[in-house]
């Protein structure tokens, strides 16, 4: 056996070692990117903005102090 088919059977098995290892990587990303996707979708269903949130306990703090207020100007004698 001369040293060009030694070396054409080495290079074509490290050629389809690097060839399945990118398959590997290229589904993994695309399922990836399915779950990016799919959380992206997601997100705006199960969580709460910050800024939203921030709104909403600013109109609930706001309902209190005027609840506040109304009983320290009550007056119960």
Do not use: C
Not at 25 to 31: A, H, N, R
Not at 49 to 57: A, I, K, N, P
């Amino acid at each position: 056996m001369d040293y060009q088919t030694i070396v054409n059977i080495i290079l074509g098995i490290l050629v389809s070692i690097v060839g399945w290892f990118a398959k590997e990587i290229w589904s993994t990303l695309k399922i990836m990117d399915a779950d990016i996707n799919r959380v992206r979708q997601e997100m705006p269903v199960n969580y709460v903005l910050r800024e939203t949130y921030r709104d909403d306990v600013k109109e609930i703090k706001e309902m209190l102090r005027l609840i506040f207020d109304r009983l320290e100007h009550k007056v119960d004698k």
